[in-house]
């Protein structure tokens, strides 16, 4: 037991997993990272980071066969010939879906910090009061006051390009260089502005290094390239991953233990001394089971994956799942809404373009029940657009010297737009394990029960509306709605199922995100949730879990966890 004890132990190497890694090995804990997938070390093991597309034998698409084999991980826009050894296989990993939901999972070391899209927006005083004015989840146990230093300072660690603004609805952050909107997108932002006095359109936030600082050239990162091979592993460390970020900085300061290949089992709860004290693995390639023992532990193994090592974690004195007493555990699952887009086609600037292929799109906070109830449903939605060139090469010419030149001038410029819809976390949304079946690793599988409801067509439809009605006074034609009728989890937004809040009678976690049950265990994934919110929800995640960090250490010190 000696060999294999440890002051902290982090379930998971992925956003959360690599600050809780960082936070507490720079705090003088020696940690140990488990992480159930393969070792992926920066620059080393990014096989296509600099691969052309004639150097992939399909020329970075995917075979039949594979989509056959795999349908879910093949609906996620980011899995192709070059990205597809960083994404979990469907045929690999079953899981059992009671109502179609898409589970798009990274198992690797870094997990989906690799393959995340990068956008990073902070909660609004409005997010976290959002419950309990309107009614539904139960109240945030922390509001924005409390978050809002320690986004300061994981933002500053990450690097994250932004505008200052001075919303009240879309705070402020610490940003690098802001990306620069084009033409097409100024014209657009102008025209509604002056068309709606309760829109704010704003240049996108996103964790990529505009104008690296020194913060960021100490960890060996460079500025980003706009090439937008981001899910490769970028070569320049230009995005935020825990791979080029925080891992490495933890192991510097030698309190790090990284053991990948080890596939949580569950929690050890020890009945006489009454907490929990270890971890139970099982090795992805031997199949031996190993225990390891830490006075905190951090459970870091992305949403659903967390509720699922919790709900596994049995014994006489919680006998649902750790910390399980209310019956709460892996309900209240909620995600985004991603199913609205729409189209449209733009004239005029044609002797414009731009440059690069820049990584975040124009936003506009959400505008609908901000300050109060004003519409037929609840909460509200993000939306983003962006505006672009057609590609070159598709001129309908003959052969010749015109088919040359013709088909290396773009084309018209085209809009494209899309919501960001909260949802409401219902009970008839959970997660449960498998009574009858196990995985190769003998852990039972996850089963899945979660859907829309009427508040998310509603949501749905006045996106339509309000977006149509948007893009024509800003002079777009050609205006085609879309409801992509995608499953849930294709947002790969997934939360909730260990919830923050006040009671223990309905929640999970306390207000730093510390099981109310089992107080040498924290929670500071997506599982951690108690509503959604409208934005991208990675920054809130580290944001957590670096002050989850601050407490639980001051805690072990003050000798209220042993």
Same mark, same amino acid.
């Given at each position: 037991?000696?060999?294999?004890?440890?002051?902290?132990?982090?379930?998971?190497?992925?956003?959360?997993?690599?600050?809780?890694?960082?936070?507490?090995?720079?705090?003088?804990?020696?940690?140990?990272?488990?992480?159930?997938?393969?070792? =992926?070390?920066?620059?080393? &093991?990014?096989?296509?980071?600099?691969?052309?597309?004639?150097?992939?034998?399909?020329?970075n698409q995917i075979p039949k066969a594979?989509?056959?084999?795999?349908?879910?991980?093949?609906?996620?826009?980011?899995?192709?010939?070059?990205?597809?050894?960083?994404? =979990?296989?469907?045929?690999?990993?079953?899981?059992?879906?009671?109502?179609?939901?898409?589970?798009v999972r990274g198992y690797q070391v870094?997990?989906?910090?690799?393959?995340?899209?990068?956008?990073?927006?902070?909660?609004?005083?409005?997010?976290?009061?959002?419950?309990?004015?309107?009614?539904?989840?139960?109240?945030?146990?922390?509001?924005?006051?409390?978050?809002?230093?320690?986004?300061?300072?994981?933002?500053?660690?990450?690097?994250?390009?932004?505008?200052?603004?001075?919303?009240?609805?879309?705070?402020?952050?610490?940003?690098?260089?802001?990306?620069?909107?084009?033409?097409?997108?100024?014209?657009?932002?102008?025209?509604?502005?002056?068309?709606?006095?309760?829109r704010d359109v704003i240049i996108g936030?996103?964790?990529?290094?505009?104008?690296?600082?020194?913060?960021?050239?100490?960890? +060996?990162?460079?500025?980003?390239?706009?090439?937008?091979?981001?899910?490769?592993?970028?070569?320049?460390?230009?995005?935020?991953?825990?791979?080029?970020?925080?891992?490495?900085?933890?192991?510097?300061?030698?309190?790090?233990?990284?053991?990948?290949?080890?596939?949580?089992?569950?929690?050890?709860?020890?009945?006489?001394?009454?907490?929990?004290?270890?971890?139970?693995? =099982?090795?992805?390639?031997?199949?031996?089971?190993?225990?390891?023992?830490?006075?905190?532990?951090?459970?870091?193994?992305?949403?659903?994956?967390?509720?699922?090592?919790?709900?596994?974690?049995?014994?006489?004195?919680?006998?649902?799942?750790?910390?399980?007493?209310?019956?709460?555990?892996?309900?209240?699952?909620?995600?985004?809404?991603?199913?609205?887009?729409?189209?449209?086609?733009?004239?005029?600037?044609?002797?414009?373009?731009?440059?690069?292929?820049?990584?975040?799109? =124009?936003?506009?906070?959400?505008?609908?029940?901000?300050?109060?109830?004003?519409?037929?449903?609840?909460? +509200?939605?993000?939306?983003?657009?962006?505006?672009?060139?057609?590609?070159?090469?598709?001129?309908?010419?003959?052969?010749?010297? &015109?088919?040359?030149?013709?088909?290396?001038?773009?084309?018209?410029?085209?809009?494209?737009?899309?919501?960001?819809?909260?949802?409401?976390?219902?009970?008839?949304?959970?997660?449960?394990?498998?009574?009858?079946?196990?995985?190769?690793?003998?852990?039972?599988?996850?089963?899945?029960?979660?859907?829309?409801?009427?508040?998310?067509?509603?949501?749905?439809?006045?996106?339509?509306?309000?977006?149509?009605?948007?893009?024509?006074?800003?002079?777009?034609?050609?205006?085609?709605?879309?409801?992509?009728?995608?499953?849930?989890?294709?947002?790969?937004?997934?939360?909730?199922?260990?919830?923050?809040?006040?009671?223990?009678?309905?929640?999970?976690?306390?207000?730093?995100?510390?099981?109310?049950?089992?107080?040498?265990?924290?929670?500071?994934?997506?599982?951690?949730?108690?509503?959604?919110?409208?934005?991208?929800?990675?920054?809130?995640?580290?944001?957590?879990?670096?002050?989850?960090?601050?407490?639980?250490?001051?805690?072990?010190?003050?000798?209220?966890?042993?």
């Open positions: 037991m000696k060999s294999n004890e440890y002051d902290a132990i982090v379930v998971g190497s992925g956003i959360s997993g690599g600050w809780a890694a960082k936070e507490l090995c720079e705090k003088g804990l020696k940690t140990l990272v488990l992480e159930r997938g393969m070792n =992926v070390e920066h620059l080393k &093991d990014y096989p296509t980071m600099t691969s052309a597309p004639w150097e992939m034998p399909h020329r594979d989509k056959i084999a795999n349908p879910v991980v093949n609906r996620c826009y980011a899995y192709k010939e070059d990205t597809e050894h960083f994404f =979990v296989k469907d045929s690999e990993h079953p899981y059992i879906q009671e109502k179609p939901f898409d589970w870094g997990g989906k910090s690799l393959i995340w899209a990068r956008q990073t927006q902070r909660w609004s005083k409005y997010d976290f009061e959002g419950p309990r004015r309107d009614g539904f989840a139960v109240d945030w146990p922390i509001r924005y006051e409390d978050i809002a230093p320690w986004y300061s300072y994981v933002e500053k660690f990450v690097g994250i390009s932004g505008s200052y603004e001075g919303l009240d609805t879309l705070p402020d952050g610490e940003f690098l260089k802001a990306w620069e909107m084009n033409c097409v997108e100024k014209e657009i932002q102008k025209r509604i502005k002056e068309a709606y006095s309760d936030r996103c964790a990529h290094l505009t104008d690296p600082k020194e913060v960021h050239l100490a960890q +060996g990162r460079g500025q980003c390239m706009a090439r937008n091979q981001c899910y490769r592993g970028c070569p320049f460390g230009g995005y935020f991953s825990s791979n080029s970020s925080t891992l490495p900085t933890a192991a510097k300061t030698g309190n790090l233990t990284l053991r990948p290949d080890s596939v949580v089992h569950s929690l050890i709860y020890d009945e006489k001394k009454e907490k929990v004290t270890g971890v139970k693995i =099982v090795d992805r390639l031997t199949k031996e089971t190993t225990e390891y023992f830490a006075k905190i532990i951090f459970v870091n193994a992305s949403a659903l994956n967390s509720n699922l090592i919790l709900l596994n974690s049995v014994s006489k004195r919680f006998p649902n799942g750790l910390g399980n007493d209310s019956g709460v555990l892996g309900k209240f699952i909620a995600f985004h809404n991603y199913r609205g887009t729409i189209g449209a086609s733009y004239e005029g600037f044609k002797d414009k373009y731009y440059f690069g292929r820049r990584p975040t799109a =124009v936003m506009m906070p959400n505008f609908r029940n901000v300050k109060k109830q004003e519409m037929d449903f609840l909460r +509200g939605y993000m939306t983003f657009y962006s505006a672009g060139r057609a590609g070159f090469g598709h001129a309908d010419v003959p052969f010749g010297p &015109d088919f040359k030149k013709e088909n290396t001038k773009p084309g018209p410029w085209s809009v494209y737009m899309m919501m960001q819809g909260e949802t409401i976390p219902n009970e008839t949304n959970y997660v449960s394990l498998s009574k009858d079946q196990v995985d190769e690793w003998g852990i039972p599988l996850l089963e899945i029960d979660v859907d829309y409801d009427p508040n998310d067509e509603l949501i749905l439809k006045d996106f339509h509306e309000q977006g149509e009605e948007m893009l024509t006074k800003a002079g777009c034609i050609n205006i085609h709605k879309s409801d992509s009728k995608q499953a849930p989890g294709l947002d790969i937004h997934e939360m909730g199922g260990v919830r923050m809040g006040y009671d223990p009678k309905t929640s999970l976690l306390n207000g730093f995100n510390q099981m109310h049950l089992a107080p040498n265990v924290f929670v500071t994934d997506g599982a951690c949730m108690t509503s959604t919110g409208t934005q991208n929800p990675s920054i809130t995640y580290m944001a957590l879990t670096a002050r989850a960090v601050d407490y639980a250490v001051k805690e072990l010190k003050r000798g209220n966890i042993k």
